[in-house]
């Protein structure tokens, strides 16, 4: 008996420790698979946390370009409401299209308007796109997409003279424009001031119609401002005779110093009895205080602006910008 004691009691004791190094072992073991899940856990709680935070961003970012592209879109500070389009292509009538108000209130939605008066809304600007066309206004062979002011909107026999005083203030850029044949950029009429008969003088005078020339014109000549008046040939002509418009010439014609080339500029043009002063970016002005100007009082006037193309080149166009345009009587 003590000889089967002797030989099952190592084996006991054997088994004994063997099944307590066996439950620590499976003890450690749980220990080392809860903290492997616990890492587990919050690796995936840290990377999906990290996702969530980059998704945050990303879309935090997608918010700000698509808030700044919407700040990006901007409408020109211009009323139409007392002008009308004169644009390069011809009606069913075989005449210059046009567009007056209220309709020219709506003009981004015309199809006929699109390709030559647009809106350029990352700019802020309306682009007056002009080429030599079949479309010419008469007594000129140029084309043009410009805007001409009708004091009352929807006629042209409403108009100012120099004596009732006048302004107009634009923000302009050149946009684009070709070259002649010798490299040198076309030229185009950015503002005008234009004369017109009254009915009363148009009969006295025996025209056909109230056409009367120019006495104001503005050029982006080659990235410089150059501006253009009249001259009465004959000082002593009478009031009758200077209705007529053979009766005035060209004067020589004047260049501002500051070259604006393809930036913006500004240009003012104050008009006062017997005196019109043109103005541009606030620094460089150009008086006109002469007899001319004393003389032309007979006329009536209305301003034009836009782009009045000069030439007839095959091929050629240019784009002008307007992002301000205002008019004060």
Same mark, same amino acid.
């Given at each position: 008996?003590? /000889?089967?004691?002797?030989?099952?009691?190592?084996?006991?004791?054997?088994?004994?420790?063997? &099944?307590? /190094?066996?439950?620590?072992?499976?003890?450690?073991?749980?220990?080392?698979?809860?903290?492997?899940?616990?890492?587990?856990?919050?690796?995936?709680? &840290?990377?999906?946390?990290?996702?969530? =935070? =980059? &998704?945050?961003?990303?879309?935090?970012?997608?918010?700000?370009?698509?808030?700044?592209?919407? /700040?990006?879109?901007?409408?020109?500070?211009?009323?139409?409401?007392?002008?009308?389009?004169?644009?390069?292509?011809? /009606?069913?009538?075989?005449?210059?299209?046009?567009?007056?108000?209220?309709?020219?209130?709506?003009?981004a939605s015309n199809e006929v308007a699109k390709p030559y008066m647009y809106i350029d809304s990352t700019a802020g600007a309306i682009v007056f796109h002009a080429m030599p066309t079949a479309s010419k206004t008469r007594n000129t062979k140029y084309t043009r997409s410009e805007l001409r002011e009708q004091m009352k909107p929807g006629s042209n026999s409403v108009n100012w003279t120099f004596k009732d005083g006048a302004y107009m203030r634009g923000k302009i850029q050149m946009d684009e424009t070709t070259r002649d044949s010798k490299g040198k950029y076309h030229r185009t009429i950015i503002m005008q001031i234009h004369g017109r008969l009254t009915n009363e003088q148009r009969d006295l005078i025996g025209e056909d119609d109230n056409n009367a020339p120019p006495i104001l014109k503005i050029y982006w000549d080659k990235g410089k401002i150059r501006v253009k008046t009249k001259v009465l040939k004959n000082l002593n002509a009478s009031n009758e005779e200077i209705l007529h418009e053979s009766a005035w010439g060209d004067d020589a014609g004047f260049n501002f110093e500051e070259e604006v080339g393809f930036k913006k500029f500004v240009l003012e043009v104050k008009v006062s009895k017997g005196k019109m002063v043109v103005v541009l970016n606030g620094k460089e002005h150009k008086v006109y205080d002469n007899i001319h100007m004393k003389r032309w009082g007979v006329f009536e006037n209305y301003f034009k602006a836009g782009n009045y193309f000069q030439t007839r080149d095959e091929g050629a166009f240019s784009k002008v910008k307007f992002y301000e345009l205002e008019v004060k009587h």
């Amino acid at each position: 008996m003590n /000889n089967l004691k002797n030989t099952f009691l190592p084996i006991l004791l054997f088994l004994f420790v063997f &099944s307590a /190094n066996l439950s620590a072992q499976e003890d450690a073991s749980e220990v080392e698979k809860t903290e492997e899940t616990t890492k587990s856990k919050k690796k995936l709680f &840290s990377f999906l946390k990290k996702k969530e =935070n =980059n &998704s945050k961003s990303e879309k935090s970012q997608e918010d700000k370009k698509s808030k700044s592209k919407k /700040n990006k879109y901007k409408l020109p500070d211009i009323d139409l409401s007392h002008w009308k389009v004169t644009l390069p292509v011809t /009606n069913e009538k075989g005449k210059p299209y046009e567009i007056e108000p209220p309709e020219i209130l709506d003009f981004a939605s015309n199809e006929v308007a699109k390709p030559y008066m647009y809106i350029d809304s990352t700019a802020g600007a309306i682009v007056f796109h002009a080429m030599p066309t079949a479309s010419k206004t008469r007594n000129t062979k140029y084309t043009r997409s410009e805007l001409r002011e009708q004091m009352k909107p929807g006629s042209n026999s409403v108009n100012w003279t120099f004596k009732d005083g006048a302004y107009m203030r634009g923000k302009i850029q050149m946009d684009e424009t070709t070259r002649d044949s010798k490299g040198k950029y076309h030229r185009t009429i950015i503002m005008q001031i234009h004369g017109r008969l009254t009915n009363e003088q148009r009969d006295l005078i025996g025209e056909d119609d109230n056409n009367a020339p120019p006495i104001l014109k503005i050029y982006w000549d080659k990235g410089k401002i150059r501006v253009k008046t009249k001259v009465l040939k004959n000082l002593n002509a009478s009031n009758e005779e200077i209705l007529h418009e053979s009766a005035w010439g060209d004067d020589a014609g004047f260049n501002f110093e500051e070259e604006v080339g393809f930036k913006k500029f500004v240009l003012e043009v104050k008009v006062s009895k017997g005196k019109m002063v043109v103005v541009l970016n606030g620094k460089e002005h150009k008086v006109y205080d002469n007899i001319h100007m004393k003389r032309w009082g007979v006329f009536e006037n209305y301003f034009k602006a836009g782009n009045y193309f000069q030439t007839r080149d095959e091929g050629a166009f240019s784009k002008v910008k307007f992002y301000e345009l205002e008019v004060k009587h």
